[in-house]
């Protein structure tokens, strides 16, 4: 690591935490709460952490989900998980937490113990830190008993990010972090199903007009807009599917695609897309893109990809009614939006409901509850 050198010593022990989050974190300094994280295992399995720090978290491995709050991990459902994977899921967190400098955002003390330092958040709870020598980068991290230890970090021009790190019971770990300062959902911490998918984005909670994530097709930055508004969009691959028309049928034959989407470590994109006019009115779509610096996409037989380029969309959130009315209301908003507006449509009109069709088929309660997103890319 080619850090720069640094004369800890000079500095007094209450301005350390300040000066490494400076040197580290100036960049993202308001965004290391609340964050989407990868957590890749030397054996390869990974897990998906999205967490306000440093103790409410989903943690998701595979098809099962978990999560802590309170200090208690139980299933996403609220069932029971066994002792060891809730123990995994709390030293995930933790570990996490570490690569985030948790405990130097949180310091409101800083006390030199010689040879390092004891950090104290606004709750009382304590950590220890040490820095690699004659720098300002963190090098251990101490949980109560449980030292984990930063070995590598990714450096740009304004920030040190920690990305390989050992834990006493994880091992060697490596933690990509997908998002940061994230806004989720009311209720996404909560054992019954959250409103927003975890692949989706961030969900600003009550009023529409305040602002969210939502990556697909890709949009920075938007506003679940009840009336059509112009946003830009970033490229996406779909994987296009028959459209059955039905939930259930919807279900089977979409999640066996997010789930080879997922093997071959590709990033899904958002929720499902139905077509809702001209040419692929009869199909659906999974949205995905590759991951940087990662492998691209080797489509089984049988599958049919598209692409939507990166440009403008024309977006609208319509208010009233279940997934099929919003659907149907969007539709209308968007053509007569195109019309007023003199805007040219590159595409079909796209709607995407807010549900989790790669685990289940939506009931009526939550059909009649999801916010739908309508869409069409313009010129």
């Not at 209450?14 to 000066?19: E, F, G, L």
């Not at 040197?23 to 952490?49: K, N, P, T, W, Y």
């Not at 049988?302 to 939507?308: E, I, P, Q, R, T």
Request: with cysteine; aromatic share 6%.
């Amino acid at each position: 690591m080619n850090a720069r050198r640094v004369d800890v010593g000079a500095l007094a022990a209450a301005n350390v935490p300040a000066a490494v989050l400076q040197e580290c974190h100036a960049q993202v300094m308001h965004r290391m709460e609340s964050v989407r994280a990868r957590v890749a295992f030397a054996d390869g399995r990974a897990l998906i952490v999205q967490t306000v720090l440093p103790g409410v978290a989903r943690v998701r491995d595979g098809r099962r989900e978990q999560l802590l709050r309170d200090g208690e991990v139980v299933g996403l459902d609220g069932g029971k998980v066994e002792a060891h994977v809730a123990a995994e899921v709390r030293d995930v967190v933790d570990l996490v937490d570490a690569a985030a400098f948790g405990p130097l955002h949180r310091a409101v003390s800083c006390a030199d113990e010689g040879g390092g330092f004891t950090l104290t958040d606004g709750s009382g709870a304590t950590y220890g830190l040490q820095l690699h020598d004659g720098t300002l980068l963190p090098s251990t991290l101490r949980y109560g008993d449980d030292e984990v230890h930063v070995d590598d970090y990714l450096h740009t021009q304004t920030t040190w990010i920690a990305r390989a790190l050992r834990h006493p019971r994880l091992g060697a770990c490596r933690v990509l972090f997908e998002d940061g300062g994230v806004v989720f959902g009311e209720g996404f911490f909560a054992p019954a199903r959250a409103e927003v998918d975890p692949a989706q984005g961030h969900q600003a909670e009550g009023d529409p007009s305040r602002q969210m994530r939502t990556p697909l097709p890709g949009v920075v930055v938007e506003t679940q807009s009840p009336t059509p508004i112009v946003v830009d969009g970033k490229a996406t691959r779909l994987v296009l599917l028959p459209d059955p028309g039905d939930w259930k049928a919807r279900h089977s034959a979409y999640r066996p695609v997010i789930e080879e989407l997922e093997r071959q470590d590709q990033r899904i994109a958002g929720f499902p897309l139905l077509f809702v006019d001209g040419a692929q009115s009869s199909l659906m779509a999974a949205p995905f893109r590759a991951r940087k610096s990662g492998a691209a996409f080797e489509p089984p037989s049988g599958y049919a990809l598209a692409d939507v380029p990166k440009g403008r969309l024309l977006v609208v959130y319509p208010t009233e009614g279940d997934v099929a009315a919003k659907t149907k209301s969007g539709r209308a908003l968007l053509e007569r939006a195109l019309a007023n507006r003199k805007l040219t449509a590159q595409g079909p009109i796209v709607a995407q409901p807010f549900v989790h069709l790669h685990e289940a088929a939506p009931d009526a309660a939550r059909l009649g509850a999801a916010k739908v997103r309508v869409w069409v890319r313009v010129e």
